[in-house]
T-cell receptor
Framework: IAGITQAPTSQILAAGRRMTLRCTQDMRHNAMYWYRQDLGLGLRLIHYSNTAGTTGKGEVPDGYSVSRANTDDFPLTLASAVPSQTSVYFC?????????????FGPGTRLLVL | GQNIDQPTEMTATEGAIVQINCTYQTSGFNGLFWYQQHAGEAPTFLSYNVLDGLEEKGRFSSFLSRSKGYSYLLLKELQMKDSASYLCAVRDSNYQLIWGAGTKLIIKP
């Protein structure tokens, strides 16, 4: 594989259920990010990781958690899904945090919470 | 608060030129990015500006004025495949990207 992969592509989830969105990159990028994209709003940062073993909260972290056990993987977990978490979720990575580093995006996961 | 403003939608004709504006108010400035996003797809990088002036890359150019909190993306010789949303994003003092809602560009033959 080359780039960033996300799984699943789409999911319908009952409210209250736990769900983990998977993200894997093979570019050996240090920094990784999770965004949500909602109609009429810009991408909003949920959580980020500047390097393996560290994570930080973004603009909208409530209801979500992440882990970064290694360089390649950055899963996002919804502990108890709510309908307001219906969105398109994008994982992204960059060689390092900051500077002119470009972020590269995965194909996205479309999540519907009922 | 932090704010990125872009027009919601623009329409242009194939072969023409279009300018998409972006104004920003952020806590600090560490660069401005333009991304392209086709419907149902992921954003892809177009350009980066950190100093005032014009950056040209083929049919696309991006301009920045830090004193005015203003940027624009200029697309020349428009093609039907340029129909997409164009996202403006500013890297703030915490080195996080703050994103505009995007401008949907519709190209007509």
């Amino acid at each position: 594989i080359a780039g960033i992969t996300q799984a699943p592509t789409s999911q319908i989830l009952a409210a209250g259920r736990r769900m983990t969105l998977r993200c894997t990159q093979d570019m050996r990028h240090n920094a990784m990010y999770w965004y949500r994209q909602d109609l009429g709003l810009g991408l909003r940062l949920i959580h980020y990781s500047n390097t393996a073993g560290t994570t930080g909260k973004g603009e909208v972290p409530d209801g979500y958690s992440v882990s970064r056990a290694n360089t390649d993987d950055f899963p996002l977990t919804l502990a108890s899904a709510v309908p307001s978490q219906t969105s398109v979720y994008f994982c992204a990575s960059s060689p390092k945090a900051g500077g002119q580093e470009t972020q590269y995006f995965g194909p996205g996961t479309r999540l519907l919470v009922l | 608060g932090q704010n990125i403003d872009q027009p919601t939608e623009m329409t242009a004709t194939e072969g023409a030129i279009v300018q998409i504006n972006c104004t920003y108010q952020t806590s600090g400035f560490n660069g401005l990015f333009w991304y392209q996003q086709h419907a149902g797809e992921a954003p892809t990088f177009l350009s980066y500006n950190v100093l005032d002036g014009l950056e040209e890359k083929g049919r696309f150019s991006s301009f920045l004025s830090r004193s005015k909190g203003y940027s624009y993306l200029l697309l020349k010789e428009l093609q039907m495949k340029d129909s997409a949303s164009y996202l403006c994003a500013v890297r703030d003092s915490n080195y996080q990207l703050i994103w505009g809602a995007g401008t949907k560009l519709i190209i007509k033959p």
